[in-house]
């Protein structure tokens, strides 16, 4: 019977300096802070992340940011981290912003196997100076290339031994599309059954994507919702 339950160092030991790690999460609902604590712990540099957000200072991402384990940064927005604004104005770290969807679907095509994916969006905008413009079918189009990862880092509320994987609400946002796209996959986890004991109809991720499990011994406040969250 296939068990993919790892130690946390067992399984972060896949992640190497100059790697690309994908990191799932939007916001704290599906960002693996525990992952990427220990990431910081264990000293591996020359990262090139890609999240759909920076976090905020002092959690997730934004702590590989802070220690300079990181070179650039792939992302849609930052603006809830001013620490990572002023290291990338300071040409710390390079950042690179695209538009929500267009990061998802650049994603997604790394998932599937194709080169890229082709977006009116953009076009008549300055973007189309810094990008490629194709013509298909009598229609302009700016081509994307297709982002993939070394390494995905991924949280998810339940899982089997198999790797077979359940998000809560929220949680599943990015989660599959990084694991998808991704060499090898980490996935923390905060509860962990038996092989088989999971409702076939209830796994979001298969366990095809996923290589390691951790199983998480607590959840730290960065799990939880903050105070300036709540309206």
Same mark, same amino acid.
């Given at each position: ?16 300096? =100059? ?7 939007? /916001? #704290?609902? +599906?960002?693996?802070?525990? &992952?990427? *604590? ?62 929500? =969807? ?7 095509? /790394? #998932?599937? +196997?194709?080169?890229?994916? &082709?977006? *009116? ?74 092989? +088989? ?35």
């Amino acid at each position: 019977m296939i068990d993919k339950l790892r130690s946390i160092d067992e399984a972060l030991g896949a992640v190497k300096s =100059g790697q690309t790690v994908m990191v799932g999460g939007f /916001g #704290g609902p +599906g960002t693996p802070f525990v &992952l990427l *604590d220990r990431l910081v712990e264990q000293g591996v540099d020359g990262l090139t992340l890609v999240k759909n957000d920076a976090n905020e200072p002092g959690t997730g991402v934004s702590r590989l940011i802070e220690a300079g384990r990181a070179h650039t940064l792939i992302a849609s927005h930052i603006g809830l981290n001013p620490l990572a604004v002023e290291r990338m104005n300071r040409r710390e770290i390079e950042v690179l912003l695209y538009p929500q =969807g267009i990061l998802a679907e650049k994603i997604r095509a /790394g #998932g599937a +196997g194709l080169i890229g994916i &082709l977006t *009116d969006i953009g076009l008549d905008t300055v973007l189309r100076e810094s990008r490629q413009v194709m013509h298909v079918d009598g229609q302009e189009a700016i081509y994307e290339p297709a982002l993939r990862g070394d390494v995905a880092l991924i949280h998810a509320a339940k899982a089997d031994r198999a790797g077979n994987l359940l998000f809560a609400r929220s949680g599943r946002n990015f989660c599959p599309l990084m694991a998808m796209a991704a060499d090898t996959v980490i996935a923390e986890v905060e509860e962990v059954v038996e092989t +088989g004991e999971l409702d076939p109809d209830a796994v979001h991720l298969p366990c095809a994507f996923v290589d390691h499990l951790v199983l998480l011994e607590e959840l730290t406040p960065d799990y939880g919702v903050l105070p300036h969250h709540v309206l």
